[in-house]
């Protein structure tokens, strides 16, 4: 999912208390006592509109552990990937580090030692199997697993209601849908590629409904099948959307949060993002009615496969000197109302065991389809080089667009960005 670096500052001053006594020689001065306020660094790609209630969850967090000033060092995306990989290198990671879930950051870095098993905290047995899976390598627990998320298509519900659409159920509706839309003067899907992220999240959604082989993980990492030979069907899926007309024109020079204004603004019907967004949407138009359905790339017949996902996880550095605040903010970020307050502001579900998810009526579609439906989790997940692979769908997804490359050299680069990780001993961060 690149923006201006952004360091957020959530505190509260700490406090320094000095009791004097009168001075006379019957009641000489107290000695002073001072508290010592200790410093927890947390580092998160959550940012901007995207920041949430993480904000009043620090202050909170602070107001009931007044020894301990918590700093947040946030920015979007892949500069905090790129921020968090520089700092472990020179040895001053934040104390806490907001992770992906998955093999793509969680077990790379577990893998190599730099997060700490948190296998014996308390907390785990709070969450379900499955989120505590998703955090989770080689059978140990690293992180707490914050909340689920799904990506899907946004839609502008009166722009759909003027033009008498509904929600299409497969490709050949999806692509109808689009055309009429665009008959009418209006562009069908807003979407931001200067960085690629918005295409990587595209192609997310599009995947679970036509990658159907639940082997293609192992075999992939296994490299009994490779990306070239795989994906092409899906690939020529989306980027037909361009051809069509169907995508923002020149998106490469257009950023996320353009093509989230041009959404909101009425210039465009579609948006592909995930249920996080939702706030920051409704922050800039708080009555814009919009709702969301699973991307429908199966074809007719088939049912749609919805993409989901842990959302983020707090991890702790293993070598922080702040080991029990850090500990005490995980296990904050393990109550339910600290979840709650959180999931509610990315828009997302609850992933404490036995515990229902308030879901806001925007989208209301897509909780349908996850809680009848089939799910998948992203598809980055587990491939063993997965870093390298994720930059390189983003920047050869520019190239195509550009037209200075082909589907084909977009995976072929693909096989051999995953080669040279395995090269240079990949699976590390």
């Not at 001065?29 to 209630?53: C, H, N, W, Y």
């Not at 515990?355 to 491939?383: C, K, M, Y």
Request: with cysteine; charged share 20%.
């Amino acid at each position: 999912m690149i923006k201006p670096f952004i360091v957020l500052l959530a505190s509260i001053g700490g406090f320094m208390l000095l009791i004097t006594g009168c001075s006379s020689s019957l009641h000489p001065p107290a000695d002073s006592e001072t508290q010592e306020i200790i410093k927890l660094r947390v580092g998160g790609f959550k940012a901007g509109s995207e920041i949430g209630a993480i904000p009043e969850l620090n202050e909170q967090f602070m107001l009931e552990n007044p020894s301990i000033k918590v700093i947040y060092e946030g920015m979007p995306g892949a500069q905090y990937t790129k921020y968090i990989k520089g700092k472990f290198a020179i040895n001053d990671a934040p104390d806490v580090i907001m992770l992906h879930p998955g093999g793509e950051e969680v077990g790379s870095y577990a893998k190599v030692g730099f997060i700490r098993d948190l296998s014996d905290e308390p907390w785990t047995t709070a969450f379900t199997p499955s989120a505590i899976e998703s955090v989770s390598f080689q059978g140990k627990v690293y992180g707490t697993p914050n909340e689920m998320v799904v990506l899907g298509v946004y839609y502008n519900k009166n722009l759909f209601e003027r033009l008498s659409l509904r929600p299409p159920s497969n490709w050949e509706e999806f692509l109808h849908v689009s055309a009429l839309i665009k008959s009418k003067g209006i562009t069908p899907i807003s979407i931001g590629n200067n960085d690629g992220w918005m295409t990587l999240a595209a192609i997310y959604t599009l995947g679970p409904s036509l990658i159907k082989d639940p082997d293609f993980d192992r075999k992939l990492n296994a490299r009994e099948i490779r990306f070239n030979g795989t994906w092409n069907a899906m690939l020529e899926q989306w980027f037909s959307l361009e051809e069509k007309g169907y995508l923002t024109p020149g998106s490469t020079n257009v950023s996320m949060d353009q093509a989230q204004r041009d959404f909101v603004e009425g210039n465009a019907a579609m948006y592909i993002n995930g249920s996080w967004a939702l706030a920051g949407i409704l922050q800039g138009e708080p009555d814009f009615e919009l709702g969301m359905f699973p991307m429908p790339a199966n074809p007719p017949g088939e049912e749609t496969v919805v993409s989901i996902n842990v959302g983020t996880t707090w991890t702790i550095n293993n070598k922080t000197k702040q080991l029990d605040a850090a500990r005490k903010y995980l296990a904050f970020w393990s109550k339910e109302e600290t979840l709650r307050q959180w999931a509610e502001s990315q828009a997302s579900f609850l992933t404490l065991q036995g515990v229902g998810s308030h879901t806001p009526e925007e989208l209301s579609d897509i909780a349908r389809a996850v809680a009848n439906g089939q799910t998948h989790e992203f598809l980055s997940n587990w491939w063993e080089q997965s870093g390298d692979i994720v930059i390189e769908i983003m920047d050869s997804a520019q190239g195509v667009y550009l037209q200075a490359l082909t589907i084909d050299d977009m995976l072929t680069n693909m096989d051999r960005a995953w080669d040279r990780s395995v090269s240079r001993g990949g699976g590390s961060p």
